[in-house]
């Protein structure tokens, strides 16, 4: 990659990771030792995740689903990343475990079944993401929906009787007549869905916009309940979830716009009395880290093990670094949510890590990188394409705003911000 560097800190946590890769197990292998073991996927040292049929996972930017019919957890996402758009589609694997073994339920929709006025196709589908609709007892689909070049900016929604499909196209949306990049669709405790959005991607023109969706989830009711304006950088990668679950506060995890490049996360929580008044308190990258552990969000699932413990898994892609083919190797980041008693969200580096026992024993709460030169060059990185002087403008300017925005303390006086990483492998705490 242009001009990339890696701190210290980033092979404390490589190898790491390497070092787990020798010993653990991960979801969808048969026969796994470990069926509540999860091993992340940081780098293109990692083992790739595979199904009961022994094939790679292919179900990228997903939505994960535990169906009210069945309690099966269903796993839907897109297919192999950097194929040509007529090859692409929606896979979806089912398991009783989020831990996997993972079984391939098959391709659930298909290009073909794409109906779009005016163009033939193929078109890109992106982000896939499934409710469960009480009222009507659907499964309702919602996709970004665009031309190679990105230039529809649609939303794609289909139909099932049941998680796994199959699945029938009800129509493409251009929602409140904006267009629509990233996305989300959510439905909270009381059954009310919601539809988040960025609407446009450019320096401090760049927003996201929250929308309330009809009752049988097939369409955005009418107007927009918020906007946020992102600044310098837009964000994406919308997922929300409630903590604690199931009646606390909103929080919505999000990153922000570097092309496929990882970047530094956002946590949201909401302190305003609903989506019209949101009243976001920013706080701050739950991973400290710029790369943000090499991973984009796709969602959070809410999740209580046999004891009770109650707490949220964080569902993310590592769209580069997941082998040498780079998009086409794209692999998955499971981790835990931590929060800690002051209200913030910690996701640790851990290299692999157990569903129903998921917090380590003697990891530093808070712990973070500093913004210094191994980070500068990963923001110079993603700004490769605008040349070699743009490129060196740019990720100054990233790294002014991105990187402070990274490591800034998150309360006066707290020094937990400043300490190093905790990158290392560490023992389940039971």
């Known amino acids: ?35 509540a073991s999860i091993r992340p996927c940081f780098d293109a040292e990692c083992a790739h995740w595979k199904d009961t049929d022994g094939n790679r996972i292919e179900a990228h930017g997903a939505g994960v689903i535990q169906s009210p019919l069945d309690k099966r957890w269903y796993w839907i996402g897109e297919s192999t990343k950097g194929q040509q758009p007529q090859h692409s589609g929606i896979n979806c694997y089912s ?3 989020l831990a996997g073994p993972w079984k391939f339920e098959g391709r659930i929709f298909e290009q073909g079944q794409i109906q779009v006025a005016g163009h033939t196709g193929p078109l890109i589908i992106e982000r896939p993401k499934v409710l469960y609709n009480r009222r009507t007892r659907k499964f309702v689909l919602w996709f970004h929906l665009d031309t190679a070049g990105y230039e529809l900016h649609r939303i794609g929604v289909a139909l099932a009787d049941t998680a796994a499909g199959p699945y029938a196209f009800a129509q493409d949306l251009v929602p409140d007549g904006l267009p629509s990049y990233d996305f989300t669709v959510w439905a909270d405790v009381d059954g009310e ?16 916009a929250i929308s309330a969706l009809a009752d049988d989830y097939l369409n955005v009711t009418d107007g927009i309940l918020s ?20 009646h606390g ?15 530094p996360l956002v946590l949201y929580r909401m302190d305003g009395p609903s989506f019209s008044d949101p009243r976001w308190t920013d706080l701050g990258n739950p991973t400290g880290a ?3 552990f090499n991973s984009q969000p796709a969602s959070v699932v809410p999740y209580t ?64 990188r500093r913004c210094g030169r191994g980070n500068f060059a990963l923001a110079l990185s993603g700004l490769a394409p605008l040349g070699l002087l743009g490129g060196i403008a740019g990720a100054a300017l990233m790294c002014r705003f991105a990187c402070r925005r990274a490591c800034r303390p998150r309360q006066q006086g707290d020094s937990r911000q400043l300490s190093e990483p905790f990158c290392e492998p560490v023992e389940q705490s039971s």
């Open 193 to 208: 869905g919601y539809f988040v959005r960025s609407c446009a991607n450019g320096p401090f023109v760049g927003y996201f």
């Open 227 to 246: 906007r946020d304006f992102g600044g310098l950088w837009q964000r994406e990668g919308f997922a929300l979830f409630r903590h604690p679950a199931p």
């Open 249 to 263: 506060k909103v929080h919505m995890i999000m990153s922000h716009t570097w092309g496929w490049h990882p970047n």
């Open 305 to 368: 093990t046999p004891a009770g413990l109650a707490y949220p898994i964080y569902i993310a892609d590592n769209w580069l670094h997941g082998g040498a083919e780079g998009l086409a190797d794209a692999s998955y980041v499971w981790l835990p949510l931590r929060f800690t008693s002051d209200g913030y969200g910690h996701l640790d580096c851990l290299p692999q890590w157990d569903l129903n026992h998921p917090f380590v024993a003697g990891g530093r709460p808070g712990a973070t």
């Open 95 to 97: 398991s009783a475990s």
């Open 290 to 292: 710029l790369s943000s």
């Open 1 to 35: 990659r242009f001009f990339l560097t890696r701190p210290l800190r980033w092979y404390r946590c490589h190898m790491a990771s390497s070092f787990a890769h020798a010993h653990a197990t991960f979801p969808g292998v048969v026969g796994a030792p470990a069926p």
